[in-house]
């Protein structure tokens, strides 16, 4: 089993600035199968990334994602007030798809 | 736009078989692989399985077993059986379409269920 570690679990920032979130597997994934979600209190999982580095369909720009191998980032370059919630990554490359832990991001 | 909803019973006894089924509407049940996903309160996603068109089927092995995971394309439904339930099996239940290199692209809701006598 691939196990994704995240960190830091907590992110304290405020409207504006740039957010990077680190996810770490504990083998090689193909850049193809990693994905990143965001989620809001009460919602479901939301598609942000996936193949590493592509935006889901109406995903803005200010999102980003990068990596390769073992160690995959996701950037949110200047945060809006609606980005403030849970990110997690997610390999599905291989069974059993793993999620990371996920990290908060909450304002400062 | 396809469209996903969970639809159970909330409260389930312990020993008892879970039964829930996910809807899709909007779009063809087809070259998808059909997913489960399930989050405790409080806690982080797990992956249960998934189901492709074809029906081959991959499940968690942390779930040792008890889960079985069907489709009935007729109705554009699949669903989930999760047998022998305990008070850890209390989650929010996800049904997602998962598109091979896509990630899972559509959710539903999510469903509450409850293992409880």
């Known amino acids: 089993e691939i196990v994704l570690t995240q960190s830091p679990g907590t992110l304290s920032l405020s409207p504006g600035e740039r957010a990077t979130l680190s996810c770490r597997a504990s083998q090689s994934i193909s850049s193809s199968y990693l994905a990143w979600y965001q989620q809001k209190p009460g919602q479901a999982p939301r598609l942000l990334i996936y193949g590493t580095s592509s935006r889901a369909t109406g995903i803005p720009d200010r999102f980003s994602g990068s990596g390769s191998g073992t160690d995959f980032t996701l950037t949110i370059s200047r945060l809006e007030p609606e980005d403030f919630a849970v990110y997690y990554c997610?390999?599905?490359?291989?069974?059993?798809?793993?999620f990371g832990p996920g990290t908060k991001v909450d304002i400062k | 736009q396809v469209q996903l909803q969970e639809s159970g019973p909330g409260l389930v006894k312990p020993s008892e078989t879970l039964s829930l089924t996910c809807t899709v509407s909007?779009?063809?049940?087809?070259?998808?692989?059909w997913t489960w996903i399930r989050q405790p309160p409080g806690k982080g996603l797990e992956w249960i399985g998934y189901i492709y068109y074809s029906g081959s089927t991959s499940y968690n092995p942390s779930l040792k077993g008890r889960v079985t995971i069907s489709l009935d394309t007729s109705k554009n439904q699949f669903s989930l059986k999760l047998s022998s339930v305990t008070a850890a099996d209390t989650a929010v239940y996800y049904c997602?379409?998962?598109?091979?290199?896509?990630?899972?692209?559509?959710w539903g809701h999510g469903t509450t269920v409850t293992v409880s006598s």
């Open positions: 997602a379409r998962l598109k091979a290199g896509g990630g899972m692209d559509v």
């Open positions: 997610q390999q599905y490359g291989s069974s059993p798809v793993t």
């Open positions: 909007g779009g063809s049940i087809s070259s998808y692989y």
